[in-house]
């Protein structure tokens, strides 16, 4: 548990590069967390995902959503990916739940949910969001944006 909190390094120049990056990531997780069949290889698979999850939800919620809506005007687009990712966040709790209290009969169904929304909120940041932010943002919005997250991420990077 002592290095979950560094599963997602900052990888790229710009804030999409970052975050399609934190999607693959996460995808890969997922794939890990599907193939984990033993209890514990399970416990730790969602471990890695859960931290990854909250690190790539809590960079886009604080950061980029707001982008979204405030440079690029879609205010509708930034309040359905805000939705998303809560509904996401509930899923991964009752799975945290389930393991925590050895009632993981309904884990693979569950789990499956779980990647089926965030593959359906990835791909709509990705084919959406992403473009009409980019599309919306000049040099300096973009520059600020992918500062921002270099230096926010930083902040989860030193706690081990
Ligand atoms: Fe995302």
Redesign the pocket.
């Known amino acids: 548990m002592n290095n979950t909190s560094i599963q997602l390094p900052v990888r790229g120049n710009d804030t999409v590069e970052i ?1 399609t990056n ?2 693959d990531a996460i995808k890969t997780l997922f794939a890990d967390l599907t193939k984990a069949t033993a209890a514990d290889g399970r416990k730790e698979a969602f471990e890695r995902l859960k931290a990854a999850l909250v690190i ?1 939800n809590a960079t ?1 919620e604080n950061l980029v959503y707001p982008a979204l809506r405030m440079v690029a005007h879609e205010k509708l687009e930034s309040e359905t990916l805000y939705h998303q990712t809560a509904e996401a966040s509930v899923l991964v709790f009752e799975l945290d739940s389930m393991l925590k209290a050895g009632e993981d009969s309904d884990f693979g169904v569950k789990a499956a949910k779980l990647q089926d929304a965030v593959l359906a ?2 791909k709509e ?1 990705e084919t959406t969001a992403f473009p009409e932010l980019q599309k919306a943002s000049d040099s300096k919005h973009a520059a600020e944006l992918t500062a921002s997250i270099r230096k926010f991420r930083g902040a989860f990077q030193i706690v081990a």
Request: charged share 40%; net charge negative; hydrophobic share 25%.
């Open positions: 975050l934190d999607h790539h886009e909120h990835i940041e």
